[in-house]
């Protein structure tokens, strides 16, 4: 009983993670229907900042992000205007995929191709509640995440921005008509996406080690994340990473890590086989 | 007349060029030994293929200065293969057939060493390789490849199971808990200590296998935790060494005894999990600090040549240099025939050889027979604990808390 507990406990931790780690995947979706499989990319470009931040200035991991978000919005607005504009789905795939490679080459000439970490000592301790212990790294990554989303969400929902954004989103055409400025929204929505991934990658560094490739183990993963919650929908994802972060955990505890792994392409086969617009997806046009 | 013979004596050497063309074992009888090798100086494995180039480069150093083998200069032709199987394949072909090489030595890793120690079997070469401990290199049927390191992965751990068997009967742990990677490396070295240990009777209460991309370890030691174990393996990486460590420390699981594969070997294992490293125990090929023939020399030499500190992998690339030398020394050939190479090949198969690594020597199908040295990080620094002949430091038992 404990077990399961601790099971659900750390996937529901991890689930938060994975949310963070997604978001930004979905934005780019719902914004451009680009299908970024750069993002992991990304996010360990973030985490190999936070690294030279850190021993660089002896910067708290966390202290590091009021420099990489910013770094990476700017970044993200860059890479649309120059290169992501104007993609159809499939060739954004081929894309990305390059710049993917571009990412881990650059790091891998820089970095080298050896192992780095940020440890803190408060990553390795946790909090007991009993019998079941909660990592405090991942209690520090949930509640990152949640403040994330819960921002990115108030500034789609709440803000004139958003609203543009969405309406870009929704219908470009009528947007345009009625004076928002498409392109330049568009442009600015893949900054907030990949300002998410600077977060992410900051979290990413406190919980594990890191080399020039490891993104292709999270590419997997994340896109199926942002299936199963419906392609697009950040809320979906969100909603859609916790699940799969809770049966991943409780799938590891009863029955091993194959079958938990297998769980993520479980899930999306069966979505995609039954409700292929996503658990939590709506008509296309009403998703943000 | 002089223009007929002049005529005839070229065609006959054009001939003889020709013919000579798809033939190995044409090699010049004088000049330098040339030594074909590829290896992945790009792509996935060109961290260790740059380790396993120098140690090559080193020893090629070392037999010059003492006037080469059998008083000619060995001269080392390296490929780049970029970590393709494919690409390993055309570069043996063309440095047997085309560079005409003496020698080859092999490429890292397990799944370069298969094809190429296919192509050099083909041609009839001896294949001294420095990484390719899988259990599948050895049952290709080779006949004239040899593994040119202390053990084959099930082997690692021979050391440390002896030691744990040994204990006295209070001491001695009762349980094992075994976590390892889905790789044949990796899980070979695990299982081959939990094989031994649970035919001593220390019963085995967890036993994990994970896929390579697993990210996040707090379940599997969740389990861990819950079946408190008295020891705790790991047939791992890297990555996994420490996200094993981590999550056991946040489960607050305090074995007596940790041990990891190839994690702990690392440099970055240290900086990553900190204090946490203490007495963790880690199987290991070479040392820097023991006193096997050359050993000294190679550190110093590295040291010199390369800056910072020689590794494994380029006591590895050393060790297949070292065994190589002795046999062509003993059997006093050197040419890329059939007649030669099987000469090389059967001298190897039956003597024993001093190297960087310790003394060599290896089975019918190629499988070096002896262990790994454990290591313990004590009081931050890696000491090797065992076996007693090599040790630097006692070995701690039990580790402290972590």
């Given amino acids: ?288 | 007349m002089a223009r007929i013979l002049a005529i005839t004596v070229t065609c006959a050497l054009l001939a003889a060029a020709c013919a000579k063309t798809d033939e190995p074992g044409t090699a010049p009888r004088t000049g330098p030994v040339r030594i074909g090798v590829s290896l992945p100086l790009s792509g996935d494995f060109s961290e260790p293929g740059k380790g396993i180039q120098e140690g090559y480069q080193l020893w090629a150093e070392t037999v010059n200065e003492k006037g080469g083998l059998l008083g000619r200069k060995v001269e080392l032709i390296f490929r780049d293969d970029a970590s393709d199987p494919n690409r390993v394949s055309s570069d043996y072909e063309s440095l047997i057939t085309q560079d005409k090489v003496n020698l080859v030595f092999g490429p890292f890793s397990s799944r370069l060493v298969i094809p190429a120690a296919k192509v050099a079997e083909s041609y009839n070469m001896l294949f001294v390789e420095p990484a390719g401990a899988a259990k599948e290199v050895f049952e290709q049927g080779f006949k004239r490849l040899f593994y040119a390191a202390p053990a084959i992965a099930g082997d690692h751990y021979n050391y440390l199971a002896e030691y744990i068997t040994k204990l006295p009967e209070g001491q001695r742990p009762k349980t094992a808990a075994y976590a390892s990677l889905d790789d044949p490396f990796a899980q070979g070295t695990a299982y081959g200590l939990r094989d031994k240990l649970a035919a001593a009777g220390i019963t085995t209460v967890v036993d994990e296998i994970y896929p390579p991309d697993t990210t996040d370890f707090g379940p599997i030691a969740a389990k861990i935790a819950a079946a408190e174990p008295d020891i705790v393996v790991g047939g791992t990486q890297f990555e996994d060494s420490v996200g094993l460590v981590r999550a056991l420390q946040e489960l607050k699981v305090q074995p007596k005894l940790a041990a990891f594969s190839t994690g702990p070997t690392l440099p970055e294992f240290p900086a990553a999990v900190k204090n946490a490293a203490e007495h963790v125990l880690s199987p290991v090929g070479w040392a820097p600090t023991t006193d096997f023939p050359g050993n000294a020399d190679l550190v110093k030499r590295y040291k010199a040549k390369f800056g910072g500190d020689a590794h494994e992998d380029a006591a590895n690339g050393f060790t297949v240099g070292q065994v190589v030398e002795a046999a062509v020394n003993a059997v006093k050939c050197v040419e890329p025939t059939r007649e030669c190479q099987d000469k090389l090949a059967d001298h190897i198969r039956q003597g024993t050889f001093d190297t960087v690594v310790g003394p060599l020597s290896f089975d019918e199908q190629g499988r070096p027979e002896q262990a790994h040295m454990i290591q313990q990080y004590v009081g931050g620094k890696v000491e090797i604990v065992l076996p007693a002949e090599a040790k630097t430091a006692d070995i701690v038992f039990p580790k402290q808390a972590w």
């Fill in chain 1, 1 to 288: 009983m404990t077990l399961l507990l601790q099971g659900l406990a750390l996937g529901l931790l991890t689930g938060g993670l994975y949310a963070l780690l997604a978001a930004g995947l979905s934005l780019y979706f719902g914004v451009m229907r680009v299908v970024m499989v750069a993002h992991p990319a990304f996010l360990f470009l973030a985490a190999y900042l936070t690294y030279s931040l850190h021993t660089g200035f002896g910067l708290d991991p966390l202290a590091t992000m009021p420099i990489t978000v910013p770094l990476f919005f700017g970044l993200g607005v860059l890479l649309q205007r120059v290169i992501i504009r104007g993609l159809d789905p499939m060739m954004s795939v081929l894309l990305t995929f390059g710049l993917a490679l571009t990412v881990e080459g650059l790091l891998g000439t820089i970095y080298t191709g050896s192992y780095k970490s940020v440890s803190m000592d408060y990553a390795t301790r946790s909090l007991s509640l009993g019998e079941v212990h909660l990592p405090y790294d991942k209690i520090i990554a949930f509640w990152i995440a949640v403040i994330t989303l819960t921002a990115l969400f108030a500034l789609l929902v709440k803000s004139r921005f958003g609203r543009a954004l969405r309406a870009t989103v929704q219908h470009p055409e009528a947007a345009r008509l009625v004076g928002v400025r498409t392109e330049r929204v568009a442009g600015y929505g893949f900054g907030v996406g990949l300002a998410t991934a600077a977060v992410g990658g900051t979290v990413l560094a406190l919980v594990t080690p890191f080399f020039p490739a490891s993104h292709w183990a999270w590419i997997g993963k994340l896109m199926a994340i942002i299936v199963v919650g419906g392609l697009g929908s950040v809320l979906g994802a969100a909603l859609a990473a916790i699940l799969l972060g809770v049966v991943e955990g409780l799938v590891l505890v009863t029955v091993d890590a194959t079958w938990a792994t297998l769980m993520f392409y479980a899930f999306l086969l069966v979505t995609l086989l039954l409700r292929p617009q996503g658990l939590f997806g709506g008509r296309l046009a009403h998703r943000f």
